[in-house]
Nanobody
Framework: QVQLVESGGGLVQAGGSLRLSCAAS????????MGWFRQAPGAEREFVAAASRSGDNTYYADSVKGRFTISRDNAKNTVYLQMNSLKPEDAAVYYCNARATAVGSFTYNNAFGSWGQGTQVTVSS
């Protein structure tokens, strides 16, 4: 299994930006589709964004489309989530996820694969 470590969370004002990073261990990073999920208190973990193994194909939840961008650097074993125009409703713990299943599975399954420990994003209004 791949080990994942997220970083980059913090407190930001509404309208601000943050960039999350997720560093993966091992030499097989490029064989995994990568994604980001988030979980707010009392809510289920929800899909945010996903990128295919090459990064050529990306998917987004409607709630973040146009504001968030997922990217990956396979040479650095890292996936990123650039978050712009943040809203209070974006506040959550953000989790990085790696899976060998089809990249489309991120949109309907919130349990497959390997997970990081999460990083907290807080957005003040």
């Amino acid at each position: 299994q791949v080990q994942l470590v997220e970083s980059g969370g913090g407190l930001v004002q509404a309208g601000g930006s943050l960039r999350l990073s997720c560093a993966a261990s091992g030499r097989t990073f490029s064989t995994y589709n990568m994604g980001w999920f988030r979980q707010a208190p009392g809510a289920e973990r929800e899909f945010v964004a996903a990128a295919s193994r090459s990064g050529d194909n990306t998917y987004y939840a409607d709630s973040v489309k146009g504001r968030f961008t997922i990217s990956r650097d396979n040479a650095k074993n890292t996936v990123y989530l650039q978050m712009n125009s943040l809203k209070p409703e974006d506040a959550a713990v953000y989790y990085c996820n790696a899976r060998a299943t089809a990249v489309g599975s991120f949109t309907y399954n919130n349990a497959f694969g390997s997970w990081g420990q999460g990083t907290q994003v807080t957005v003040s209004s």
